[in-house]
Nanobody, 115 residues
Framework: QVQLVEAGGGLVQPGGSLRLSCAAS????????MKWYRQAPGKERELVAS????????NYADSVKGRFTISRDNEKNTVYLQMNRLKPEDTAVYYC????????WGQGTQVTVSS
């Protein structure tokens, strides 16, 4: 069964950092690109970052460019999102995404940026 399990969220002050992880199982992880989305209260879910199957290509939303870095470790079947210089507007539930014939989502991890 395809499973995506996010971890690493929490409460952080503005300017701080967090590293999210998404542990994948149930499919050949290295064959597929991976993505991170986020959803803030009252807003639509938005794409934050994408990474190619081998990790050579990445893409980011304009709002996080220069602050967030997506990476993956295919040996560990894990995708990461390093978040630096966090802002209050980054507060959201962050979701891992994979399209493996069907679309799969993790359950999400809460990130709260506040003083």
């Amino acid at each position: 069964q395809v499973q995506l399990v996010e971890a690493g969220g929490g409460l952080v002050q503005p300017g701080g950092s967090l590293r999210l992880s998404c542990a994948a199982s149930g499919f050949p992880f290295s064959t597929y690109p991976m993505k991170w989305y986020r959803q803030a209260p009252g807003k639509e879910r938005e794409l934050v970052a994408s990474i190619s199957r081998g990790g050579a290509w990445t893409n980011y939303a304009d709002s996080v460019k220069g602050r967030f870095t997506i990476s993956r470790d295919n040996e560990k079947n894990t995708v990461y999102l390093q978040m630096n210089r966090l802002k209050p507007e980054d507060t959201a539930v962050y979701y891992c995404y994979a399209e493996v014939g069907y679309v799969y989502w993790g359950q999400g991890t809460q990130v709260t940026v506040s003083s």
